[in-house]
């Protein structure tokens, strides 16, 4: 293979044309802005950081959360405690940090736009701001809002959620998170540094409608929004149906990241994602056998196995984790109740917190504890007093 064209300078193609250049390949990576600030996202769990130690052993500035407190009506307030630490950059800043890595590997980097591509021979060719460049295979790291429409997954308005907010001048130690009702979504809080991003984000309402919700929660805090900058992004967050046909790789072409709808349903969390679908991509290419062809089946089969199953298992549980009900109250209230009163579901809600539960394993695992939880809540209720007292009793 002569050259490996990377449309897309995030994460994923960043850390796709690094492992590729390290391997010895001739790798371009093409992006009109190169690094580049996303104010909602920037958030790295545990199951990425001790997957890839290069990034929390760096000199990047970040900030490392160890609590968060949830809230949802009617339940108050829980501070949950994280053993395992939430890192949180500018998203600049760990761009940045990622190209030069790709940069040092040996990876070409160009400012520049691709605006479109067409097959040429068994190879590519692809249109840029600059002109004209051949390439042998594609990676398309182009993000949610992908200009590139016969590559990458195909995104309908169900298969979307929204994310806005403002920077918001100020600091804290923790990360809040608000659940609403009937929104299946959330409000959060970001410690940033240098600033605080405060957002939401909502699938099934209009931009429109989830911005006042965010400003009558602002209000209701005493956070004002006045001067402060706006920002609004698109997610992936794919409809259960759609993960069965989800367009990741083509004809000498392989889909990353947000480009290949890669995204958390529940959380919108897509950085791991970003990061894990670059490095099995690469693996992909790499292997010595076969060509272009067995290449993409074989990374179709590292997403399922590796991750893609589970994610497609959380969009069957995002509208019941939302909108459901449990014990005839909702199911965020009880979330909360639960992390308040019972250590083994806080236990639960730390290790989703850090990536290490699966979505596959949850019900078995809330099943497998769910006595226990509930003699916790009902012993923290005070029950424990009376069952005393009526032992004792003649």
């Given at each position: 293979?002569?050259?490996v064209a990377v449309l897309g300078g995030g994460p994923?193609?960043?850390?796709?044309?690094?492992?590729?250049?390290?391997?010895?390949?001739?790798?371009?990576?093409?992006?009109?802005?190169?690094?580049?600030?996303?104010?909602?996202?920037?958030?790295?769990?545990?199951?990425?950081?001790?997957?890839?130690?290069?990034?929390?052993?760096?000199?990047?500035?970040?900030?490392?959360?160890?609590?968060?407190?949830?809230?949802?009506?009617?339940?108050?307030?829980?501070?949950?405690?994280?053993?395992?630490?939430?890192?949180?950059?500018?998203?600049?800043?760990?761009?940045?940090?990622?190209?030069?890595?790709?940069?040092?590997?040996?990876?070409?980097?160009?400012?520049?736009?691709?605006?479109?591509?067409?097959?040429?021979?068994?190879?590519?060719?692809?249109?840029?701001?600059?002109?004209?460049?051949?390439?042998?295979?594609?990676?398309?790291?182009?993000?949610?809002?992908?200009?590139?429409?016969?590559?990458?997954?195909?995104?309908?308005?169900?298969?979307?959620?929204?994310?806005?907010?403002?920077?918001?001048?100020?600091?804290?130690?923790?990360?809040?998170?608000?659940?609403?009702?009937?929104?299946?979504?959330?409000?959060?809080?970001?410690?940033?540094?240098?600033?605080?991003?405060?957002?939401?984000?909502?699938?099934?309402?209009?931009?429109?409608?989830?911005?006042?919700?965010?400003?009558?929660?602002?209000?209701?805090?005493?956070?004002?929004?006045?001067?402060?900058?706006f920002y609004s992004h698109l997610l992936p967050s794919?409809?259960?149906?759609?993960?069965?046909?989800?367009?990741?790789?083509?004809?000498?072409?392989?889909?990353?990241?947000?480009?290949?709808?890669?995204?958390?349903?529940?959380?919108?969390?897509?950085?791991?994602?970003?990061?894990?679908?670059?490095?099995?991509?690469?693996?992909?290419?790499?292997?010595?056998?076969?060509?272009?062809?067995?290449?993409?089946?074989?990374?179709?089969?590292?997403?399922?196995?590796?991750?893609?199953?589970?994610?497609?298992?959380?969009?069957?549980?995002?509208?019941?984790?939302?909108?459901?009900?449990?014990?005839?109250?909702?199911?965020?209230?009880?979330?909360?109740?639960?992390?308040?009163?019972?250590?083994?579901?806080?236990?639960?809600?730390?290790?989703?917190?850090?990536?290490?539960?699966?979505?596959?394993?949850?019900?078995?695992?809330?099943?497998?504890?769910?006595?226990?939880?509930?003699?916790?809540?009902?012993?923290?209720?005070?029950?424990?007093?009376?069952?005393?007292?009526?032992?004792?009793?003649?």
């Open positions: 293979m002569k050259r994923a193609g960043a850390f796709a044309a690094e492992k590729l250049a390290s391997a010895g390949l001739d790798v371009v990576l093409m992006d009109e802005k190169l690094a580049w600030e996303k104010p909602c996202g920037g958030g790295l769990t545990h199951k990425a950081y001790s997957q890839y130690p290069f990034l929390i052993d760096n000199s990047t500035p970040k900030r490392m959360i160890t609590e968060s407190v949830l809230a949802a009506p009617k339940a108050g307030e829980v501070t949950l405690k994280l053993g395992d630490p939430l890192l949180i950059y500018s998203r600049l800043d760990l761009n940045r940090m990622m190209l030069e890595r790709a940069e040092r590997a040996g990876a070409q980097i160009e400012k520049t736009r691709v605006m479109g591509m067409e097959r040429k021979g068994a190879g590519w060719r692809l249109e840029t701001a600059g002109g004209k460049l051949e390439a042998d295979f594609c990676i398309v790291a182009t993000g949610a809002r992908n200009p590139l429409r016969d590559v990458g997954t195909q995104l309908t308005a169900p298969d979307t959620m929204t994310a806005l907010g403002y920077y918001v001048q100020g600091d804290q130690a923790r990360i809040d998170i608000q659940f609403l009702p009937d929104l299946e979504g959330y409000i959060w809080i970001f410690p940033r540094c240098g600033h605080l991003s405060v957002g939401i984000c909502g699938k099934g309402e209009p931009a429109s409608a989830l911005r006042k919700r965010l400003e009558a929660y602002m209000a209701g805090r005493g956070i004002s929004w006045k001067g402060a900058s794919l409809d259960t149906k759609s993960w069965k046909h989800n367009r990741v790789a083509g004809d000498a072409w392989m889909a990353v990241g947000d480009a290949a709808g890669l995204v958390d349903p529940i959380t919108g969390e897509g950085l791991y994602y970003a990061i894990r679908s670059g490095d099995l991509a690469a693996q992909s290419l790499l292997a010595d056998v076969g060509g272009p062809a067995e290449s993409t089946d074989r990374y179709r089969g590292l997403l399922r196995r590796d991750f893609a199953a589970d994610l497609e298992f959380g969009s069957r549980l995002a509208k019941r984790v939302f909108l459901g009900r449990f014990l005839y109250a909702s199911v965020p209230q009880r979330m909360v109740e639960f992390t308040r009163r019972s250590p083994r579901f806080a236990g639960v809600m730390q290790d989703l917190f850090a990536g290490k539960q699966p979505y596959l394993g949850l019900k078995r695992r809330l099943m497998r504890n769910l006595n226990g939880s509930l003699y916790e809540i009902a012993m923290s209720f005070g029950f424990g007093r009376l069952v005393n007292k009526a032992e004792s009793a003649p």
